[in-house]
């Protein structure tokens, strides 16, 4: 026959148990450090200069790639393609008309405007901690249609002095609504 001693301590075991199974055990304390993601060896971000035009407007997009990885970038390859709710809007028109790659003595012209080998605009070699900033230019057609969205996204593909490469993707830009004037 079992002691009331032993009957509460299985009892308590038994709820313990329960509670830890349905989530409602303690959690870890507010001083425990939340685990971090592994930072990528190269990141690629988006930024537009404004969130809406209208037909016959022009929309800067601002591509940065960053090395984060402790040797130089020596190659980069990357794609730029309209979203698939871009495409469902046939009467929206567009086309990237310019690039310009941003230095220290200023913007400089780059080639490939779109809508891949996008790459080389970045000026590789780009080194350790550093990152390098590409501007296309969209334009919006005079006869476009309006109240819609125009989005892109991008996969790339970058190698390392170390023999190294990765990619990632895709990386969606924000989009830009073309309002009627």
Not at 56 to 66: A, E, P, Q, R, W
């Amino acid at each position: 026959m079992r002691s009331p001693l032993m009957r509460r301590l299985g009892l308590t075991a038994v709820l313990a148990f329960v509670l830890a199974v349905f989530g409602f055990a303690p959690g870890a304390s507010a001083a425990d450090p939340a685990p971090t993601a592994p930072t990528a060896p190269a990141a690629l971000t988006f930024a537009t200069d404004s969130a809406t035009t209208t037909p016959g407007g022009t929309v800067k997009l601002s591509m940065t790639i960053t090395n984060n990885k402790t040797y130089d970038i020596w190659f980069v390859y990357q794609t730029i393609d309209p979203t698939w709710l871009t495409t469902q809007r046939p009467d929206l028109k567009f086309s990237f008309t310019g690039c310009s790659l941003a230095t220290a003595a200023g913007a400089a012209p780059c080639s490939g405007i779109g809508p891949s080998n996008l790459g080389g605009n970045y000026g590789a070699t780009i080194p350790p901690g550093q990152s390098r900033t590409v501007t296309l230019t969209l334009q919006i057609a005079a006869d476009s249609g309006c109240n819609g969205n125009i989005g892109f996204y991008s996969y790339y593909y970058a190698e390392f002095s170390d023999s190294t490469n990765t990619s990632g993707g895709p990386v969606y830009t924000p989009e830009t609504r073309v309002l009627c004037a």
